[in-house]
């Protein structure tokens, strides 16, 4: 990591000149080289694999897999573990920060928006149709189904945000998707004035302060605009990227600091929605991410480049989204038909099947879809 304490007075001037657009995990040239950043894919993935435990081994619920099938019993260790693994959803958050702000970077605001309604949208349809025709066919053999299948709900929820809408989600993850919408029109905002070194660093500093003024006055309305509980989140995330783009000074390492330590003050409202969990080590486990990604970003890791890591980092979202929904209801149908399996094999079972989900949506959906709806989507925006 490169430490620079002059100032930065070409990005002062406006906006930073550069080769083109970066998406969301393309290094800028000059410091981190071309390319993907492959340890930020890997740990992408790490995320979706601790959420994943949780929703599979982690979960507080004794009798989560039915009568007979306890976790803190079958695996004590790694129940207790798991438990912790809620809070891949706040390294999924603090990766964000990083690789929107880098997405952001060289872009115009009607590009940035065409870059996340492609990048989001066209797999989350695919797997919101998926579990609404499953949870169909389940009510129509006679059985019950674990998500909403009405077609009010479906429409509302093809919007990716139904619970403004007041309807409840199909895809259960889905209110993550919610919080990183909102903060992309934050970062979308910003865009309208463009980015250089010190509005963004101005924009943060001042999304903090305004998201502790929102909790001082205890207000619901600005708490949901500013994303009061996610922002140092977010904050710390565009301050290691601003770190990879610039190098390291003291105001950036200040920036990073009030973030985080606003970030774990606040993790104790999540700490007590999950039973079990203390605050320190929740706090302990998520500071160990953020060294990682440290290293990711502006660390010597950026220059890692495994391809492994880069096709893995490509199911993360898939599968995020595939894992709770449908992976779940698999897991409890094998069980169902073959109890003497065991419930860590069906788990194992469950997870694999939510992998090559995955990557069959990957496939099917992402590589064949994405670029004819991201030149439709651009030609319209053009065009309009």
Not at 29 to 45: E, H, I, T
Not at 249 to 263: E, P, R
Not at 289 to 309: D, E, K, V
Request: hydrophobic share 50%.
């Amino acid at each position: 990591m490169t430490t620079s304490m002059k100032p930065h007075t070409d990005a002062a001037d406006g906006p930073l000149r550069g080769p083109g657009p970066a998406g969301p995990e393309t290094s800028p040239r000059g410091r981190g080289g071309p390319g993907r950043l492959a340890a930020v894919d890997g740990l992408r993935l790490l995320a979706a694999g601790a959420v994943a435990a949780y929703h599979f081994v982690g979960t507080p619920t004794p009798h989560f897999w039915g009568e007979g099938y306890e976790l803190g019993r079958t695996a004590p260790l790694l129940h207790a573990i798991s438990g912790y693994g809620w809070l891949g959803v706040e390294a999924f958050f603090l990766i964000s920060g990083f690789v929107i702000c880098m997405s952001c970077w060289g872009r115009t605001p009607a590009q940035f928006a065409v870059s996340r309604i492609v990048r989001l949208f066209p797999l989350y349809w695919a797997v919101v149709l998926v579990v609404v025709a499953t949870g169909t066919v389940t009510v129509l053999l006679g059985q019950r189904s674990g998500a909403p299948t009405d077609l009010r709900t479906t429409l509302g929820n093809l919007t990716m945000i139904p619970s403004p809408l007041g309807l409840d989600f199909t895809v259960g993850v889905a209110w993550t998707l919610w919080v990183e919408a909102r903060f992309y029109l934050l970062m979308g905002a910003l865009l309208l004035v463009g980015l250089t070194y010190r509005r963004v660093t101005a924009f943060a500093f001042l999304w903090l302060v305004l998201s502790a003024v929102a909790r001082e006055l205890d207000s619901a309305v600005l708490n949901e605009i500013l994303l009061s509980r996610y922002a140092g989140l977010f904050v710390t995330g565009i301050a290691l990227y601003l770190m990879h783009r610039f190098g390291t000074d003291l105001l950036l390492l200040l920036l990073a600091g009030f973030a985080w330590c606003y970030s774990l003050t606040v993790l104790d409202d999540r700490v007590a929605g999950h039973a079990g969990c203390t605050w320190a080590t929740s706090a302990a486990v998520l500071t160990g991410f953020l060294a990682l990604l440290a290293l990711a970003g502006p660390g010597p890791l950026r220059r890692l480049h495994w391809r492994t890591l880069v096709s893995a980092g490509a199911l993360t979202y898939p599968f995020y989204l595939v894992h709770q929904s449908l992976g779940i209801p698999v897991t409890r149908g094998i069980l169902k038909a073959a109890p003497a399996l065991g419930l860590l094999p069906s788990i194992a079972l469950g997870l694999l099947f939510s992998l090559l989900l995955a990557a069959a949506l990957n496939r099917l959906v992402d590589r064949r879809l994405t670029v004819p709806f991201r030149h439709r989507l651009t030609v319209a925006l053009r065009n309009g």
